[in-house]
């Protein structure tokens, strides 16, 4: 091979590898973002009378590289319901303005309730939908006493 031959390929493949190593490094990048948990995954509401109300607190913990919003909860009925009460409702990204800010590691509190229209046990499961894609499920027990 000549000279020009081999500068031609070794350029080449410099060209290659630096095609290569910049693609890698933007996949890489995208790999990070929000990374989401609840806690507790399951709330027990206290005993509480028909008509009552009875509230529960979960913690939203985001320990990714990336803010994220809670874009919607469910359900929003009785006997189990998101109320946007805690320290979620109150965070608000300076940029966007939005509410229900959460940015990359930090946390937030997140309220539920109970409001029973018939006794005994009840069970249900309550969801909250993030802007990333992302759902964090929390399961319910409830007691509803007589009037």
């Not at 693609?23 to 890489?28: I, L």
């Not at 320990?63 to 946007?84: K, L, N, R, W, Y």
């Amino acid at each position: 091979m000549t000279r020009a031959r081999t500068r031609t390929a070794a350029a080449a493949m410099i060209m290659i590898l630096t095609m290569f190593t910049t693609s890698a490094a933007r996949r890489s990048a995208a790999v990070g973002g929000p990374v989401l948990s609840v806690s507790p995954t399951a709330v027990a509401f206290a005993p509480t009378p028909v008509g009552g109300f009875s509230y529960e607190i979960v913690t939203i913990t985001n320990t990714g590289d990336a803010t994220d919003f809670i874009s919607s909860a469910t359900p929003v009925e009785s006997p189990f319901f998101a109320t946007f009460g805690g320290t979620c409702n109150f965070s608000v990204d300076p940029i966007t303005g939005k509410n229900y800010y959460i940015p990359a590691g930090s946390s937030c509190t997140f309220q539920w309730g109970f409001n029973p229209s018939r006794p005994g046990r009840q069970t249900g499961t309550g969801t909250l939908n993030f802007e990333s894609g992302a759902t964090l499920t929390v399961s319910f027990t409830g007691r509803a006493l007589p009037h």
